[in-house]
């Protein structure tokens, strides 16, 4: 099993352009989550999804929009980049049991907006 | 938003030493996750917590859920060198429904050896 993967690992963008980062898991997990990791804070919740065609927002949802047209795949877009969205993005996903729901990550991408 | 208090914010230990951590929250939860991420890489769980008073083993690494619920404490023995990087908590409160976590701020370890 390949676990959580995602794509690209590296992008810089110039502010205003749009991309998509892709998230995938192989372990038949209901829940997907992206967060953002920035300097000196913990992981930060931009959105969430607890199944196939359902999205919520999270802590930090504000320039991002998300989809989750598979159960497998997780998909987070910006619209129009802004600097203050460079950062590492991390996807991770966790399975729908009561008393295991631990969150497994991905190795994430790197977002530069200049 | 919410995070939970992480410390040491770093610290650097010899190898061979014993490493403890800690996680606290002013709220209960009933889950408690603990990470560990190299340079460049994502997060990787090293153990994972679901009552109070629980400790659990990993190897080399132990993980107790706090009888308050409001803590968790990590430690390490023998630490080597691989043992460098950052240690995150992260903890589910009983009302998030949707599984979601708080994360900690991290403790960043350095290991001389």
């Known amino acids: 099993n390949a676990g959580v993967t995602q794509t690209p690992k590296f992008r810089v963008l110039k502010t205003g352009q749009s991309m998509t980062l892709l998230c995938a898991q192989d372990?038949?997990?209901?829940?997907m989550y992206w967060y953002r990791q920035d300097p000196g804070m913990g992981l930060r919740l931009i959105h969430y999804?607890?199944?196939?065609?359902?999205?919520a927002k999270g802590e930090v949802p504000d320039g991002y929009n998300v989809s989750r047209l598979k159960k497998q795949n997780f998909l987070l877009g910006l619209e129009s980049a802004a600097p203050s969205q460079t950062s590492v993005y991390f996807c991770?996903?966790?399975?729908?049991?009561?008393?295991?729901?631990?969150?497994?990550f991905g190795p994430g991408t790197r977002l530069t907006v200049l | 938003g919410q995070q939970l208090n992480q410390s040491p914010q770093s610290m650097f230990i010899q190898e061979g030493e014993d490493v403890s951590m800690n996680c606290t929250s002013s709220?209960?939860?009933?889950?408690w996750l603990w990470y560990k991420q190299d340079p460049g890489e994502g997060p990787v769980l090293l153990i994972a917590?679901?009552?109070?008073?629980e400790l659990t083993s990993n190897g080399r690494l132990t993980a107790q859920f706090g009888i308050t619920r409001k803590d968790s404490f990590l430690n390490i023995s023998a630490s080597i060198p691989s043992d460098v990087g950052i240690y995150f908590c992260?903890?589910?409160?009983?009302?998030?429904?949707?599984?979601?976590?708080?994360f900690g701020t991290g403790t960043r370890l350095k290991v001389l050896a």
């Open positions: 992260a903890g589910q409160a009983p009302t998030s429904g949707t599984y979601k976590y708080i």
């Open positions: 709220s209960i939860f009933n889950t």
């Open positions: 372990m038949n997990h209901e829940y």
């Open positions: 917590l679901y009552k109070a008073g």
């Open positions: 999804s607890v199944g196939e065609g359902t999205t």
């Open positions: 991770a996903s966790s399975p729908h049991h009561k008393g295991n729901n631990e969150q497994f």
